[in-house]
T-cell receptor, first 113, second 110 residues
Framework: DTAVSQTPKYLVTQMGNDKSIKCEQNLGHDTMYWYKQDSKKFLKIMFSYNNKELIINETVPNRFSPKSPDKAHLNLHINSLELGDSAVYFC????????????FGPGTRLTVL | RKEVEQDPGPFNVPEGATVAFNCTYSNSASQSFFWYRQDCRKEPKLLMSVYSSGNEDGRFTAQLNRASQYISLLIRDSKLSDSATYLCVVRESSGDKLTFGTGTRLAVRP
């Protein structure tokens, strides 16, 4: 059974387009996250949600908008895609914010042409 | 100065070798420390937490020196399957934010 799943796995799109990445966890966790891993493999947190409420927003451009319809889902919508948005985006979840291990999804490789 | 610094490597070692990775962190108020492992084109996975008293899990030993703000990971008797990138990770004292180092790449050769 997949614990944290993301769709799509690969996304290739043109500059200026709007795209969404979906994330679902079946672990019953309260907290979900989005991370970005750039071409230099540096992994950096973007957002964190706890029970559908935003708790971390790391100075990400407002073209990025997370949406949490329920605590098992955290989707990432990106408007007006730019070349610099090309990266691997990882979703993660944890049981108890601030204490528990974070479990990562398989990643979505976004390429902006 | 980066918040979490690691030697990027790569460390290229023969099977059976012992290899050590080091990591330093800048925020003295950091609360929790971890080593994650990331295989090529895969997601990071928790390898082990790091405690002040030091902890061991099979061939892996992690150490934390709070005074020096230094974390280490020792791998004994390296296996081919240990080839991966090892990420040093620090949790801040407040909130849930994990800060990742850029990772140290390990390649174990036959």
């Amino acid at each position: 059974d997949t614990a944290v799943s993301q769709t799509p796995k690969y996304l290739v799109t043109q500059m200026g387009n709007d795209k969404s990445i979906k994330c679902e966890q079946n672990l019953g966790h309260d907290t979900m996250y989005w991370y970005k891993q750039d071409s230099k493999k540096f992994l950096k947190i973007m957002f964190s949600y706890n029970n559908k409420e935003l708790i971390i927003n790391e100075t990400v451009p407002n073209r990025f908008s997370p949406k949490s319809p329920d605590k098992a889902h955290l989707n990432l919508h990106i408007n007006s895609l730019e070349l610099g948005d090309s990266a691997v985006y990882f979703c993660a979840s944890s049981g108890l914010a601030g204490t528990d291990t974070q479990y990562f999804g398989p990643g979505t490789r976004l390429t902006v042409l | 100065r980066k918040e979490v610094e690691q030697d990027p490597g790569p460390f290229n070692v023969p099977e059976g070798a012992t290899v050590a990775f080091n990591c330093t962190y800048s925020n003295s108020a950091s609360q929790s420390f971890f080593w994650y492992r990331q295989d090529c084109r895969k997601e990071p996975k928790l390898l082990m937490s790091v405690y002040s008293s030091g902890n061991e899990d099979g061939r892996f030993t992690a150490q934390l020196n709070r005074a020096s703000q230094y974390i280490s990971l020792l791998i004994r008797d390296s296996k081919l399957s240990d080839s991966a990138t090892y990420l040093c990770v620090v949790r801040e004292s407040s909130g849930d934010k994990l800060t990742f180092g850029t990772g140290t790449r390990l390649a174990v050769r036959p």
